[in-house]
Structure formats: structure tokens, C-alpha cells
């Protein structure tokens, strides 16, 4: 691990790997060691990446893999990964990265293609937010879900250091709004912004159509008989269109 700068981040230091398991983990390690707020872990290539739900995340070098820490003052719902996600689209977008859009609650899509994501973990006080992002094609995702990767090869322009120093500051100063304000400040900037939006899905044993987010980030879904369902956790499989 090498220390190293992060243009316009100044929150907390940032540690870089060439190789490392995963960026959550050593992150984590840091962490129980108290590690201030705003530390970075960045890596170019990630042997044991991690998702959501105890799945693989495949990282390959010249993708994108990093980890900050930030220390909460109360619960974090499982909201704040959509926000998390509303900000590094956000920072793209000011790269010309067009089309990009959330599904809920974690992963960032281009068209019908996953190509990013995002895993929060919890661990009292202090919260780990993992940020994943393709830039070359990816072989083998692992994924439940059956999406197909996706890239954002038009990022590899760039250097690493500044999308990544981007994102962090969209993030920043998003968390502080979050902290302030809770999961309504972002609502319907991030609805606008969802993948599954009017979609017909299929959440555990619940199908329906996805209305938006509640209050507090919870999916809604409209079912057969018209009655609403709020979903606060689970994967969302698309049901075929039409
Ligand atoms: C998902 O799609 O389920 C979330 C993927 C999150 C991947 C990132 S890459 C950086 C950080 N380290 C990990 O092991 N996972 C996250």
C-alpha cells in the first residue's frame, strides 16, 4: 500500500494498491484500527471483489475499484447506496458519460447493461461505501440477476485519479445533504434517474410495477390486484416487457 493524492481530496488520505483482495476489506481493516473519516482505498485490480448479497465482483485491472470511509452520526438506511450511486452518475455526467441510470438499490446501468456498483457496509459508526465501475469488458460476472455487463470504456481517457477524485467529491457532498436532510432531499431527482421505473418486476414473491421510492428509498410496486407493496430489500429481477 501506497499513500498517494487524490485531486481535491483533502478529507482523509488516500492508500493505492496495484493488487489487493478487496478495497471493502482493507478498508475495513483500517477502520477497526480507527482510521479517520474520509480515508480512501483505491486499487487497479481487486482478487477478491465483493457485491452485494455475498456475490462476486469481478475486477479486473483498468476498471475502477475504490472505498471510502465516512463516519455516520445515526442509521444509514439501505437508501444511501441509491444515493451514492445518484452521485458518482452525477460526476460522470460532467465527463459526457450520458445515459446512466440506477437500479435500485445498488447497481448502475447504461442501457440494459450493468456497468457498475455499489456495496455499503455497515459497521457501527462507521460506514464503508465501495464504489466498482467497468472500463474494459468484463468475461465472467458473476451475477444472479443475469444482466450483461456493461462498460464505460470512454472513462479510460482519464486519468484514474481524477473520475475517482470527481466521484468523491459528488459523494462528499452529497453525504452531508443525506445527513442533514435524509433520503426526500433526493427523491425524485433520483425516481428520474431509475432504471426500473413503470418496469414490470419480480422482487422475491412479489411481482408487480415499480411506482418509484418511497420516503425513505424503498421501492413501490404496483401489484396485479392494485394494492401497493413497499420493498425494503432483495434483488429485482425485470420481467419481460409488453
Ligand atoms: C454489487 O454490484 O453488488 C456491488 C459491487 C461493488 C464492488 C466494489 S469494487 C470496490 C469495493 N470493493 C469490493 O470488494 N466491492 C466494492
Known amino acids: 500500500m501506497e499513500k498517494v493524492e ?10 493505492f494498491s496495484e493488487k489487493i483482495d478487496s478495497t471493502n476489506n ?44 465516512l463516519h455516520i452520526q445515526k442509521g444509514i438506511k439501505p437508501s444511501f447506496s441509491l444515493v451514492v450511486g445518484g452521485s458518482v452518475i452525477k460526476a460522470l455526467e460532467t465527463r459526457d458519460v450520458p445515459g446512466l441510470k440506477l437500479k435500485w438499490p445498488n447497481d448502475i446501468f447504461r442501457g440494459s447493461k450493468k456497468v457498475g456498483g455499489i456495496l455499503c457496509e455497515n459497521l457501527s459508526g462507521n460506514l464503508i461505501v465501495g464504489i466498482g465501475l467497468n472500463l474494459k469488458p468484463i468475461k465472467n460476472l458473476d451475477f444472479e440477476e443475469k444482466f450483461l455487463p456493461g462498460n464505460l470504456g470512454e472513462l479510460q481517457q482519464y486519468l484514474p485519479e481524477e473520475i475517482i477524485g470527481l466521484i468523491l467529491r459528488e459523494l462528499k457532498e452529497d453525504f452531508q445533504v443525506y445527513q442533514e436532510q435524509g433520503f426526500c432531499f433526493f427523491r425524485e431527482k433520483l ?12 422482487v422475491d ?27 425494503w430489500q432483495g434483488t429485482v429481477v425485470l420481467l419481460e416487457e409488453g
Open 205 to 231: 414473491n412479489f411481482s408487480g410495477e415499480v411506482m418509484g421510492y418511497g420516503e425513505k428509498g424503498q421501492l413501490i410496486l404496483k401489484l396485479p390486484g392494485g394494492a401497493f407493496k413497499e420493498i
Open 26 to 69: 482493507y478498508l475495513k481493516m483500517l477502520a477497526g484500527k480507527g482510521a479517520p473519516a474520509g480515508t480512501v482505498v483505491w486499487s487497479r485490480e481487486q482478487t477478491g471483489g465483493r457485491g452485494r448479497r455475498g456475490r462476486k465482483w469481478m475486477s479486473p485491472r483498468g476498471g475502477l475499484y475504490f472505498s471510502v470511509l
Open 6 to 15: 487524490l485531486p481535491g481530496w483533502d478529507l482523509g488520505p488516500v492508500y
Open 191 to 202: 425516481q428520474g434517474r431509475s432504471f426500473l421505473l413503470n418496469r414490470r418486476v419480480q
